[in-house]
């Protein structure tokens, strides 16, 4: 998948509902579709709990994650997906391409280290947010972390 075009149109959005989402399509089913049709593996596993639901699906060669804490305004969708384990050699000049890559290439995800690893992520509160915003999310992480993760294991490896 290319960055060029990242959003397929899975989802329309209908301004006339209160959460954007049509009258029959919630924020659960809404990223179910969406998960659904990049997962071409049927690798999908759903866990619902008291602090909201999460996803895990494969994307090409990467793992992709989706977060919904809940249904309120200040809930928050959270997509992410691993490219890189660290530590790795020159992790300097990762850092640097990294940041060159978040100016450029990322469109509303970024790339970001945390726990020990490099992924590419994407954040947003549920307020008014669309089916084609959740869409556009999704693909987005998937694409870049896959476009990505093979490229930078080879320059970047593990020490």
Do not use: C
Request: proline share 3%.
């Amino acid at each position: 998948m290319t960055s060029a075009s990242p959003t397929p149109d899975i989802l329309e959005s209908s301004s006339d509902e209160t959460n954007a989402l049509g009258p029959n399509l919630s924020l659960v089913d809404a990223i179910e579709v969406v998960i659904d049709s990049l997962d071409s593996g049927d690798t999908a596993l759903v866990s619902h709990g008291k602090t909201g639901h999460l996803w895990k699906f494969q994307y090409g060669s990467v793992e992709v994650f989706v977060k919904l804490t809940g249904s309120s305004g200040e809930d928050v969708l959270t997509v992410w997906a691993e490219v890189l384990r660290l530590p790795v050699k020159n992790e300097a000049a990762l850092t640097r391409q990294l940041l060159e890559l978040n100016w450029n290439t990322t469109f509303e995800a970024r790339f970001a280290i945390a726990d020990g690893q490099v992924s590419v992520m994407t954040t947003r509160s549920v307020e008014d947010l669309s089916a084609a915003e959740i869409s556009r999310a999704i693909t987005i992480v998937a694409g870049i972390a896959d476009e990505h993760d093979d490229r930078l294991l080879a320059e970047f490896p593990a020490t």
